[in-house]
């Protein structure tokens, strides 16, 4: 008999516990079992660890016979053709790497395609291929930006593998109640099962989905456990009001305006803020216009602001934070939550019925215009006001860069999100135009894709300038991914011009000539592979 062998012989698969614990403890203090003290018991312990792993890893105690696993559901919906699954192979196994010196090289990202290219297939309503799905379950569990769009693609049979690898238990968790059917809306005894027994994910998917249906029933499941939920509970469930809301949700948020979270009172007046003709509405355009006024004994009538001197409990009830951060002065902190809480249709009657884009072109005294103006472009988004947002955007062409009323590229891009798309994109495009593509990345990002002309035209025609002038080519590089994905692939014959290497002036970056034919080729290589993309998703006219 080996040493190893009689070592572990004693050593049976429950024993692993008292192997630890040997080792543990060192071979000094206690002996390995069927082992003898001295210098050779630690080897002695790690061949008995090694057999006990190798019995552990491949033995098997006798037991029932698992259940026959299930079939995996049928997808009705039609298969992708034959390219287009070609190309989600390509999509899901490129690598993304850099040439040397850390440049990226002429080739496209494709990682970077797969949402446009979920986008499509979705639009389209094919279904993948079943060797796909394995490869798509591991893009979405490493990129939770991909799960919604890549879980709708993947369909039924996504739920059943994710059932069998614990790897993709995420795709339960992000569909509620792991893709099992809600109740159906007459069948209230199951809606209100499911909302008193389903775990908090199911229970927030049924009243939304609840909401979207019918939204009286959805506020009625909801007032009936209000007062046994948890607070953050209580925030998510009333964010699900936004949906439809309307008069009859009054009495309810009125009443979570006294809840004891902070949070919950500052949703539900928000959402009654938003709430045309609400009480809280009314009481908040009395509040701000005691504030503001025009004063008409100037040569030029200007706006004259009062803040108020204290926070009294009516504007905390009324959602008011007291407490200013930290560098933020009381009293503008209160008088900017006013204003934004106000109707922003109770401006024009309290300032002598001018148009918004007549009182945002007043002046006003005393360098409160920005804390107002930064108010205003709140509750324009607040309210989904189109008139007001357009004034405070005011024109791309303006000297100040940030036009009249908006003080951020921040506030700037959520303004712009009130308008429709052909009137977001001219705006864009007359930006850029004017002050160039440095400040225009985050007016970008809420552009329809693909871009509109206008925007096409205004970003290719800077980049150009920017080339030509010799501009440091890296600081255009975030500006040039995003033209890969959201620039129209029709674009693509316009660039052919702008692919040669061009004459360097002498203040020009050095090698930024070859980094910008670089990039050029890589964009037009990348637009020429989404128009295949499109092509290939496109099922032929019969």
Known sequence: MSRTTAAVDTFLPGDWEELVTTALLGTDRRTPSGAAPGPRAPSALLDAAAVATVRRRAGLRPARAAARVEPSPEDPRPVLPPAAARRLTMLLTDRPGTSGGGRR?????????????????????????????????????????????????????????????????????????????????????????????????????????????????????????????????????????????????????????????????????????ALPGSALAE????????????????????????????????????????????????????????????????????????????????????????????????????????????????????????????????????????????????WVAGFIEKHGLSEAFQLLGVCAVPWAAPVGRAVVDALNIARDAGSYPWSFSGVMGLAERCLDPSEAGRLDALLAVPDEPENASPGAGGYWSEAFQRLVTTLRLRAAMLAELTPPTP
């Open 283 to 426: 009481r908040m355009a009395v509040r701000a216009g005691a504030c503001v006024a025009v004063d008409r004994t100037r040569d030029v009538p200007a706006i004259t602001v009062e803040a108020p001197h204290e926070c009294d409990a009516g504007m905390e009830r009324d959602g008011v934070v007291a407490k200013a951060p930290a560098g933020r002065g009381e009293r503008s902190w209160w008088f900017g939550q006013l204003v934004e809480s106000a109707p922003l249709g109770s401006w024009s009657r309290r300032l002598g019925g001018r148009t918004p884009r007549e009182i945002v072109a007043l002046p006003v005294a005393d360098d409160w215009q920005s804390e107002l103006h930064a108010a205003w472009c709140r509750a324009a988004v607040r309210q989904r006001d189109a008139a007001w947002s357009r004034a405070l955007l005011g024109e791309p062409s303006a000297p100040e860069a940030g036009g009249p009323g908006a003080v951020s590229l921040a506030e700037r891009a959520k303004l712009l999100g009130m308008l429709n798309g052909a009137e977001r994109a001219e």
């Open 105 to 273: 090289g002429t080739a496209p990202d494709l990682m970077e395609l797969l949402p446009q290219w979920l986008a499509a297939a979705n639009a389209r309503g094919f279904a993948p291929p079943p060797d796909a799905l394995p490869a798509l379950l591991d893009a979405a569990r490493g990129r939770t930006d991909l799960r919604p769009a890549a879980l709708r693609f993947a369909g039924p049979r996504a739920l059943w593998l994710a059932r069998l690898n614990p790897d993709w238990r995420f795709a339960l968790r992000s569909t509620p109640g792991g893709g099992a059917p809600f109740p159906s809306p007459r069948d209230m005894d199951g809606i209100r099962r499911l909302w008193q027994e389903g775990l908090f994910a199911e229970r927030v998917a049924l009243l939304s989905a609840l909401r979207s249906r019918e939204p009286a029933a959805a506020r009625e499941l909801l007032a009936a456990t209000w007062a046994t939920e948890r607070a953050e509970d209580r925030l998510m469930f009333l964010d699900s009001l936004r949906t439809g809301i309307g008069p009859d949700d009054e009495p309810f948020l009125e009443q979570a305006l006294a809840d004891r979270s902070r949070n919950v009172r500052a949703t539900a007046a928000e959402l009654l803020s």
